[in-house]
């Protein structure tokens, strides 16, 4: 069974930078594409980014496209989110989840983890 536990989620300052991390566990990482998805208060749950099962290939929203990237590191188990220039709109619970190919939806996906919160203050 798949687990995901993210973590690095707080509140930072409009400009600001934050990076969250995901620890995968329980099937073998490489063989799952990585995505991150985001939901704010009376939301509906928004993509936000995918990496391929290599790490070779990555999709961002337009909405954080230029602003915020995806990384992984296969040997650890782990994937990155890395957040620059956040905007007070990118509050939300972030959530990574895993998918067996690759998916820009989130129904696509197969396990999700528990959220870690980020708050953005003007």
């Known amino acids: 069974q798949v687990q995901l536990v993210e973590s690095g989620g707080g509140l930072v300052q409009a400009g600001g930078s934050l990076r969250l991390s995901c620890q995968f566990s329980?099937?073998?990482?490489?063989?799952?594409?990585m995505g991150w998805f985001r939901q704010a208060p009376g939301k509906e749950r928004e993509f936000v980014g995918v990496?391929?099962?290599?790490?070779?290939?990555?999709s961002y929203a337009d909405s954080v496209k230029g602003r915020f990237t995806i990384s992984r590191d296969n040997a650890n188990n782990m994937v990155y989110l890395w957040m620059n220039s956040l905007k007070t709109e990118d509050t939300a619970v972030y959530y990574c989840?895993?998918?067996?190919?690759?998916?820009?939806?989130?129904?696509?996906?197969?396990?999700w983890g528990q959220g870690t919160q980020v708050t953005v203050s003007s």
């Open positions: 989840a895993a998918a067996v190919g690759w998916a820009l939806r989130g129904d696509d996906y197969h396990y």
């Open positions: 329980g099937r073998t990482f490489s063989s799952y594409a």
């Open positions: 990496i391929s099962r290599t790490g070779g290939s990555t």
